[in-house]
């Protein structure tokens, strides 16, 4: 990581939730500069976003002189202002694109540009930002047709080294997929249909998904499989050790911007099997399988590597994760990115 620090610069971090990904971006910043949270509280609403957004003006009426950065989490209404004041007042504004930012899928209300007024926020926040960081170049593709001109720097997802023991743990036959499944749209969109499907399809083979909702999705289990076995959230050091044991990673999605569960999967050394869709090929790269949405074919294809063996090497798999979505290779773009300023 570069050590030559011209300036420890002070940096309003913008968000909405919390989350892995977010987490980290903050620790990388802070690393090397001062950083100070700002949460918009994430609510329904015009009515209610307006109150929010009036909230940060009045912050950064006060407050905002000091920083030297905005740092966005994601383009939407908590942008718009910090990216504004930015511009104004001859600051640097970033704004990180997830995926959600630059997405409508109309039949699923899924995406902020489903409601053209939210998505105008969005395009203003890219069109006047110093410089836009999508995660993928799926999403920098987005972006391009949203806001041409805007400079735009793709630095992907990453996620955080395994731990140094996973090799003694031995990996079972198990076909695993993970997501946060908390309601209908979500369970299409990550293709749990899809997943159920194959395991109905493949009853000597053992299934699992882990994040589902089983109350709010019980009208859902009436026909589960027996050998699809449910799991609901479970924390990030738990999830670690459904990783290890899983032999094939699924993530069939009908949407997906990056795919962090599969980065994850595959730096524990499972096989991954996806849909063609958004970024994920990019995450897979030449050691999984990308395949169109057909639940024959996927389950012939996850029998033929689960009875012949055919998969890459383990370390081969680890290696792409290793290479393109280690902590480091983020941490050294962001404060590079940062230092140029």
């Not at 009036?54 to 942008?79: E, N, T």
């Not at 882990?210 to 990030?236: A, M």
């Not at 738990?238 to 899983?246: C, D, H, M, R, V």
Request: glycine share 6%; aromatic share 12%; net charge positive.
């Amino acid at each position: 990581m570069n050590k030559k620090r011209i300036k420890r610069k002070s940096i309003l971090f913008v968000y909405t939730g919390f989350s892995t990904f977010v987490k980290n971006d903050f620790h990388i910043l802070s690393s090397a500069h001062t950083v100070e949270k700002y949460q918009f509280a994430p609510v329904k609403g015009i009515s209610k976003n307006a109150w929010q957004m009036f909230k940060q003006l009045f912050f950064l009426l006060i407050h905002g002189w000091k920083y030297d950065v905005f740092y966005c989490w994601f383009a939407d209404y908590h942008s718009f202002l910090p990216v504004l004041f930015a511009k104004i007042f001859g600051k640097k504004a970033f704004v990180v694109i997830g995926g959600y930012d630059v997405c409508r899928i109309r039949n699923m209300n899924y995406g902020a540009f489903c409601t053209p007024f939210r998505g105008w926020f969005c395009a203003n926040s890219m069109r006047k930002a110093s410089c836009v960081l999508p995660v993928s170049k799926y999403v920098a593709r987005k972006v391009k047709v949203i806001a041409p001109a805007t400079k735009t720097i793709m630095i992907y997802n990453c996620v955080p080294a395994i731990p140094s023991n996973t090799s003694e743990i031995q990996k079972t036959d198990t076909i695993l997929t993970v997501g946060l499944i908390d309601n209908e749209r979500t369970f299409f969109l990550k293709g749990i249909d899809t997943f159920i499907e194959i395991a109905r399809q493949l009853p000597g083979f053992h299934f699992q998904i882990v994040g589902i909702n089983q109350e709010t999705l019980s009208h859902k289990q009436g026909n589960i499989p027996i050998n699809l076995c449910l799991c609901g959230r479970v924390s990030p050091e738990e999830l670690g050790s459904f990783y290890q044991k899983a032999r094939i990673y699924c993530q069939l999605s009908r949407s997906e911007s990056f795919g962090v569960s599969i980065a994850e999967a595959m730096s524990y050394g499972a096989y991954p099997i996806v849909t063609n869709e958004g970024g994920m090929p990019e995450v897979v790269g030449a050691v999984g399988a990308v395949v169109e949405r057909d639940p024959h074919l996927i389950a012939g294809l996850i029998t033929d590597r689960l009875l012949k063996d055919g998969f890459p090497d383990e370390k081969r798999i680890q290696m792409q994760v290793s290479v393109l979505f280690s902590k480091r290779q983020r941490a050294e773009s962001l404060l590079q990115l940062i230092d140029t300023i």
